[in-house]
């Protein structure tokens, strides 16, 4: 009897054990979803480059699944508009230009956004840093967003010690938590204070609920026109004794400080009991502003062209996937996929019915991203500008690119300052991805002007668009001229909005805040 007891009482132990751990494994994952701001291509080294070591984020990337055929929008506030809602900018009218301060409009309220999508299926949502998304009024800001805690800042760039931004010519200080002007940051260095916070989140998270962190770093945009472009702290300028061009010196500081945020949120993690129920996401907003662009110098080689451009340079982000739900870790993904994407395919990974998501540009790629299983994006509209009249697509192997910004004079092919392309090519990092052009020919700046007529480039062949071949294949360039004609029908308008002069700082304590009030009754 006391036999058949004890045996009972094993096997109900026993049980009990499977089902707690069914509950524990069955818990949606915690998710931090990281944005570097500005960051190229060639500015990590897990894609080949030795000037500026990243190890932190290499060991990250290296460990989940990096991302080689993954595409951004070409500027700042149509990436994180399709972050926040897996819709193309051309179906939220945030497809030209970017938000400044000073401009009334912003991601539409009647978006449902990430943040949101989340609590709906029980997560805690909070959000470090970079908005970027409109602050005209107050129902635009993150607090109001589905964020249940706020600290970073409203516009699009500032001084990363004083918090002050200058857009259009006026200046104040753009520093929130949870919807309040904070100063107390004032002389702190953005990059350290908001991995700071999010390590402050991690450790104060209850780990029977799930997470959902959006840090979106400062790192590494340029600071404000009327000071000094490139700040970091001289520690991190102390590291790269063997950059001897200053401006790409000053950068790579930045870099570094940026690759010690992501070492220090990845220990705090291992400290908690999350670790092993996080997936990171790792992505840049657009390609770099290399070579000066914006008063920059990113990197984006060997790829053509420069941030807010649609070459390559422009457009194919540096990002990765990381944690320990991938099924087949440690590799590479040339699946193709679009930034628009995130939001189905973290959805369903928290255990959201993708089914039900309404109006959507982006697919849920989970099993692509975990499994290896082929991609189910066979195209991606990387833009339709309507003010610039700029376009580009890619379907397949083929991208079609028609018109140019800045009357194509960014693009080149620019390797880091302080580097040759001889310099570059021939020391890449051990185990790194490293994009492989053909031979580049004699006329590759002047084959292809898609001011006067569209190019053609077959992007898995010649991803640094060396040869336009669209001359021999119209019966293609119709084909995406096409396609491309299709996705107008569908765009909405513009929303931009010229400067209010109430936005002005002088008339609100010195501070950039909204100046409409439409969430007090």
Request: charged share 20%; proline share 7%; with cysteine.
């Amino acid at each position: 009897m006391l036999s058949k007891m004890f045996n009972s009482a094993i096997l109900t132990f026993f049980l009990l054990g499977c089902m707690l751990e069914c509950v524990y494994t069955a818990q949606p994952p915690n998710i931090i979803f990281v944005v570097a701001d500005d960051l190229g291509w060639n500015d990590v080294s897990f894609h080949g480059s030795s000037q500026i070591p990243t190890p932190h984020i290499d060991a990250l990337a290296q460990e989940g699944v990096i991302l080689t055929n993954y595409y951004v929008s070409p500027i700042c506030t149509p990436t994180r508009s399709a972050i926040m809602t897996g819709k193309h900018p051309i179906h939220t009218g945030l497809q030209y230009s970017v938000i400044i301060a000073d401009e009334p409009y912003g991601l539409g309220t009647n978006e449902t956004i990430m943040p949101q999508y989340l609590r709906s299926l029980g997560y805690r949502t909070h959000m470090v840093g970079k908005w970027h998304l409109g602050f005209f009024k107050e129902s635009l800001t993150p607090s109001h967003r589905g964020f249940e805690s706020y600290y970073g800042y409203y516009g699009g760039m500032q001084d990363y010690f004083t918090h002050e931004s200058t857009e259009h010519t006026l200046t104040g200080f753009d520093f929130h938590v949870n919807g309040s002007i904070y100063k107390p940051v004032f002389g702190q260095y953005s990059t350290e204070i908001y991995t700071e916070k999010t390590q402050e989140i991690i450790r104060n998270h209850n780990p029977q609920e799930p997470l959902y962190i959006y840090l979106a770093h400062q790192a590494v945009h340029s600071a404000n026109y009327n000071g000094q472009r490139l700040q970091a702290p001289y520690k991190y300028y102390e590291r790269f004794p063997n950059i001897t061009n200053e401006n790409r010196r000053k950068f790579a500081a930045m870099v570094s400080a940026l690759d010690d945020s992501l070492g220090n949120i990845t220990q705090t993690l291992k400290e908690s009991s999350l670790y092993n129920n996080t997936v990171i996401v790792f992505t840049t907003d657009n390609g770099g502003p290399a070579h000066g662009f914006d008063a920059n110098y990113a990197n984006n080689w060997p790829l053509r062209g420069v941030k807010d451009t649609t070459w390559e340079g422009g457009l194919r982000g540096a990002g990765f996937l990381w944690g320990a739900l991938i099924e087949k870790p440690g590799r590479t993904s040339d699946g193709m996929m679009h930034v628009c994407d995130w939001v189905p395919t973290l959805y369903g990974l928290a255990g959201g019915n993708t089914s039900t998501l309404q109006h959507l540009d982006g697919i849920d790629v989970w099993p692509m991203l975990s499994r290896a299983e082929p991609s189910p994006r066979k195209e991606i509209l990387h833009n339709i500008d309507p003010v610039r009249n700029v376009s580009a697509i890619r379907i397949g192997d083929y991208k079609l690119v028609q018109g140019q910004n800045y009357n194509g004079s960014w693009s080149d092919w620019y390797p880091p300052e302080g580097e040759s392309s001889v310099d570059v090519d021939s020391k890449p990092v051990p185990n790194a991805f490293v994009v492989s052009c053909p031979s580049k020919p004699a006329n590759a700046s002047t084959n292809c002007d898609p001011k006067e007529k569209p190019c053609l480039f077959n992007i898995r062949h010649d991803p640094c668009e060396f040869n336009n071949i669209a001359d021999w294949n119209q019966d293609i360039v119709e084909l995406l001229l096409t396609r491309i004609e299709e996705y107008r029908a569908t765009m909405v308008p513009i929303r931009n909005k010229k400067p209010d002069p109430q936005s002005n700082p002088k008339y609100h304590d010195n501070c950039w805040v909204p100046w409409i009030n439409d969430t007090k009754t």
